[in-house]
């Protein structure tokens, strides 16, 4: 009986060490935070292709069918600022080498999921840091710089913030998207926003899939957006019960294979990105999620 006793304690302790670890994630947090300030003025954004050991090979064919669906989801951005009187202007490049060749870069773990969450979120964050700044470095490093006259000579890009003040200048815009896209076609992954949430690091989202609505839905990250179902930065099922059935055709819901042009962007997500000042009290809750990212 003692033992039983003892085991049912042991139980209740661990469950409640675990309670203790959750924290308080706060979306306001996003708004006008680092280099995507709010979705207003001109934009670039920005592509990068990278092929890893995990990842299906990019083709010529698919990475142009990719460069075609970003330019819909820009288009369907640009549409829908024109619709709430947002001045909005959406650029896009990218980066491919001579004959479509990409950057080779094999993530930290085998999937975008493993390496956030390997060996936690902490390290798993860092260690996508330092892959990425590998990543613009390399990019950086086949830009022909031209001097400016009276100006010191002009250094290549060597990570992932300087990358960005480059792109900036060169294309004259206020906010810089940058995205790494991974070829996971037939395969199971996630895409993610990294670093919108602090300054500490420069932001940037990992996109796994070339559907419309998923590559509209990160640059929205990036600006201030979160998510509205369950991932590792919404746990709340109250929040995402609540979500799915107010916001039912809401782009921040799981944007997986939509077709974008059924999705809005909700009152709630243009509070957060700053399209709007107020938002209805109602809503408030879902500014906030308790769980165990430590971000």
Known sequence: MKKIIRIFILSILILLSES????????????????CKDLKGDILVYSIFVDTKTTSPWTEYDIKSTLDSI???VSWLNQKGIHNNIPVKFITDYYVGPEYTTIKKNLPEESIYLSVTEPNFKQGFANLNKWSDYIARKAGNTFLLQDKDGLPEIKKPKNKERLIAYLRDEYEVESVVLLYMMNNYFKTDISIPVNNLH???IEYAIVSYKYPSEIAHNILHLFGAADLYETIYRQNSKSIDYAKIEFPNEIMLDPYGKPIHNLEISD?????????QDLRDEYLFLLTDRNKLKY
């Open 20 to 35: 203790f670890t959750l924290r308080k994630l706060d979306y306001k947090k996003g708004i006008k935070t680092n280099v």
């Open 71 to 73: 330019r819909t989801a």
């Open 199 to 201: 300054t500490r690091n």
């Open 268 to 276: 709630y997500t243009k509070f957060l990105i700053g399209w709007n």
